[in-house]
């Protein structure tokens, strides 16, 4: 189009022309109209060279991005034209083939930075960033700088690929061989570009280079930073520099990294480097080069400092959890429903329970409360309602076997950051070992009353009472003696002996004999028992029935003692039914069950029961039943059941009753299998109630 217009141009000039010839001579017009066309060719001429240059000079600049143009084109304009559409074709040739190979390695940056992103251990981040430098970009000495704060120096992991092999080193170098170029990178926080190394060498480690034998002619260092604004170094109180320099009364303050002290700091916020040179590659360094290494260490040093978070969050979580876990009181953590969401070691061996499972559980499935009042069946109801803390609070912890342990709990809520209660913590120690020597506290205290009462008064009784027998005796020989009065006598000596077996009794519970220990099987001690008062079951024609289980295990205990308490209890069940009543004994080995059983770690019990149908006991009398003197059978002293609990006690067992009025009445004896060692852990122990 340019070269139809340029002719129309010409044609008009030369009209021009030939409509002037009218007027003026040929030898003027003529030559007017060759002037008009060199002219017109020259001008055409300077402002297609004009372009050329330009192009030319457009495409000069593409040097910098990598592309070689081979000086200028010369010729005719359609020589100019085609070489220059060959050198763009073999630019773009070369254009493409660098951008293919900056794909793959954008595309192996991915990678790498899924790798980093993944990896929890170093070494796993060392040969993630080492794969991409060596094999995807190319470079053959590669290394990775890392601040060691603890050893207070620098590390540094090399990799050199060289034509037979691949070397494989790490060195550490202190505060002292940081120089030159690797010394303004650090204390600028920004990359260097190397291209002379005779004139600014890299840093050598006691005179030995970070690559030995390397060719290179130059090298880049970027330095890995933490994500800061700014250095702002000896702002603050804990700065170890400042420390020190105020101690030792220096000068003014030095520069930020101008002390090996600075690299222990918490605040410092150099990471580490990464270095790379161009030995054994064809080409040099370049700022693409800068640019992929700048991209590769920014990745690194986001990871590397997530990492150290990371590290650091686990220690800490680590450290929470080790004294959590190591506690010996009970810990829980619980959710606005109750769902037990945390439970330590301590938790896990009282209830016997693994944490996956007292993660399914309800708090109140583990700890109940000791009545069934609905005021006290969910006592965390408070907490996670009313924001209060529940203190000194005693309960029992359920364990799996069904045991109850008694507690004392603190709970308090647990608040997040958003001020919201988001559950409650509760801390609990085990009151087995207090409650079993409160029990022995009590008991000793009785003991101890009845001693001195025994002391004092049964002596001063039994010599007149002696007398008092051996007189009536006497009268009782009498040839003319009425039948009422051979009664009266009869009551009295009655009466009399009444008052010595009290005194027996007295002398029994106030010195207990040593337990004699012998392997016995309960139905033994039971059969014993029944026949020793089974003239009352005779003359009453009271049914008694016994019930064993197959596999109940022989017992070590005092033979003559527990058949002492079978007397007392099967006595005083034949003794509480009417006539055509009946009486029962059970006996299993204890799987749990009972609230107010305690059995203490390593300790197997077994259960015998005594249930008879009368007229059961008042509740306000069960809780006096096992006190000295407290009766409420006819002529009864008040001390078999006292007994019994005695004896029961220096076996360390257990004795419960259950009766409700007009449903009869259930004792229960829990005895360990084995001989309880005295001050042991598995002393057989029982709660308050």
């Known amino acids: 189009m340019r070269i139809f217009r340029d002719i129309i141009v010409l044609a008009a000039c030369y009209s021009l022309l030939l409509v002037g010839s009218i007027f003026l001579q040929l030898w003027i017009t003529i030559p007017l109209g060759i002037v008009i066309t060199v002219v017109l060719i020259l001008r055409k001429r300077s402002q297609h060279r004009v372009k050329i240059e330009e192009m030319q000079r457009r495409l000069s600049n593409l040097r910098s991005e990598g592309l070689l143009i081979e000086g200028k084109a010369k010729g005719t304009e359609d020589d100019v034209f085609y070489h220059m559409i060959l050198t763009l074709l073999t630019d773009l040739e070369r254009s493409l083939f660098k951008l293919v190979e900056k794909n793959i390695q954008l595309l192996s940056l991915k990678e790498i930075g899924r790798s980093i992103i993944s990896s929890l251990e170093e070494k ?37 690929e060289k034509p037979t092999k691949v070397i494989r080193r790490v060195l550490n170098f202190g505060f002292k061989d940081i120089t030159g170029a690797l010394s303004r990178s650090f204390i600028s926080g920004r990359p260097f570009l190397i291209k002379d190394v005779n004139m600014h060498p ?21 330095p890995l930073m933490k994500s800061v604004n700014e250095i702002q170094c000896f702002e603050s109180e804990d700065c170890l520099l400042k420390q020190m320099r105020d101690n030792e009364n220096h000068g003014p303050l030095v520069n930020y990294l101008s002390h090996e002290v600075c690299l222990s700091c918490s605040d410092i916020p150099l990471l580490g480097a990464l270095i790379v040179t161009d030995g054994y590659r064809a080409t040099p360094l370049t700022d693409i080069d800068q640019v992929t290494l700048e991209t590769v260490g920014s990745l690194v040093s986001s990871i590397i400092e997530n990492w150290y978070l990371y590290q650091e969050l686990s220690q800490e979580k680590t450290f929470r959890e080790k004294v959590i876990e190591g506690m010996i009181n009970g810990i829980f953590a ?15 061996e009282m209830s016997q329970l693994p944490l996956q499972e007292i993660t399914k559980l309800n708090i109140n499935d583990l700890i109940v409360g000791e009545t069934t009042r609905h005021e006290r069946e969910r006592p965390f109801l408070s907490i996670l309602q009313d924001r209060m803390p529940l203190t000194y609070h005693e309960a029992f912890l359920k364990r799996k076997d069904g045991i109850h342990i008694p507690i004392r709990l603190n709970a308090s809520p647990l608040v997040g950051e958003d001020k919201e209660i988001q559950g409650a913590i509760i801390e609990f120690v085990d009151l087995s070992e207090m409650k079993r020597m409160e029990e022995e506290i009590r008991h000793l205290d009785r003991l101890a009353v009845l001693g001195r009462f025994t002391s004092a008064v049964a002596h001063e009784i039994r010599n007149p009472l002696t007398g008092i027998a051996a007189g009536i005796q006497y009268l009782n020989r009498g040839e003319h003696l009425s039948i009422d009065q051979r009664e009266n006598i009869s009551f009295i000596l009655n009466e009399v002996e009444r008052l010595n077996r009290i005194i ?22 039971v059969n014993r028992g029944f026949q020793s008062v089974s003239g009352i079951f005779e003359n009453k024609r009271i049914d008694f029935d016994i019930d064993f289980d197959d596999n109940l295990p022989i017992i070590e205990v005092d033979p003559d003692q527990i058949v002492q308490v079978m007397i007392n209890l099967i006595k005083n069940s034949a003794e509480a039914v009417e006539e055509g009543g009946k009486v029962w004994i059970k006996s299993k080995t204890y799987e749990g069950g009972d609230v107010e059983v305690v059995r203490e770690k390593d300790k197997n019990l077994v259960c015998i029961e005594i249930f008879d149908n009368g007229w059961g006991i008042d509740p306000k009398d069960q809780e006096k039943i096992f006190e000295p003197f407290f009766s409420r059978k006819k002529g009864g002293t008040g001390l078999g059941l006292f007994v019994t609990h005695s004896i029961i006690q220096q076996h360390q067992g257990r004795i419960t009753v259950l009766s409700q009025p007009g449903n009869g009445t259930t004792f229960r004896v829990y005895l360990p299998i084995n001989r309880p060692k005295k001050g042991g852990v598995v002393e057989a122990s029982h709660s308050s109630r």
């Open 202 to 222: 890299l840093t050598t480690v006691a005179g030995e280079p970070l690559f030995p034998g390397s060719t290179m002619t130059s090298y880049l260092c970027v």
């Open 504 to 525: 027996t009794d007295l002398f029994k519970v106030a010195k207990p004999q040593r337990l004699q220990y012998q392997k016995v099987d309960i139905p033994s001690l």
């Open 124 to 160: 796993n981040l060392v040969d993630s960033v080492f794969d991409y430098l060596v094999r995807g970009v190319g470079y053959k000495e590669t290394a990775i700088i890392f601040l060691r704060k603890k050893k207070m120096c620098f590390q540094a992991l090399i990799t050199i």
């Open 334 to 348: 619980i959710d606005l429903d109750g769902n037990v969401t945390l439970a330590n070691t301590s938790v896990r």
